[in-house]
């Protein structure tokens, strides 16, 4: 989760049906907004804009692809394995579990021993 993501957001997001609908889709199988819309039997619109907060929430990722024709589109996929959402002392709290590349998690690693 980003910084500016608050678990207000985040919990509005994943709580939202369409969205929901959208993350277990592309779970399974990465697709274009084109795709999700006819995958899942929902309007372009409705998928660009659960799409567009999903990303804003890093909830999801894309890549553009060039189609045969020449023209660019975006594939989307999930962008984490499971949440986790937790109240201690009256407080929610977020957390979302990516998987990470190997070099990803050397480098993080490699910061965390705070080796220069």
């Given amino acids: 989760m980003n910084e500016e993501s ?5 919990l509005d997001t994943i709580g939202d049906e369409h969205a929901r ?37 890093e909830l999801i990722k894309d890549r553009t692809l060039v189609a045969d024709d020449g ?11 499971s ?4 109240l201690e002392d009256d407080e929610y709290d977020v957390r979302i579990f ?3 590349n190997l070099p990803d998690r050397f480098t993080r690693l490699w910061d965390e021993l705070g080796v220069q």
């Fill in 6 to 10: 608050s678990i207000e957001e985040i």
């Fill in 98 to 100: 990516r998987e990470e």
């Fill in 21 to 57: 609908t959208i993350l277990a889709s592309i779970s399974r199988e990465p697709g274009s907004a084109k795709e999700l819309s006819e995958r899942l039997d929902l309007s372009q619109p409705t998928i660009y804009r659960r799409l567009d907060v999903l990303k804003e929430n």
């Fill in 71 to 81: 023209n660019h589109y975006k594939e989307y996929t999930c962008n984490f394995n």
């Fill in 83 to 86: 949440t986790v959402i937790s």
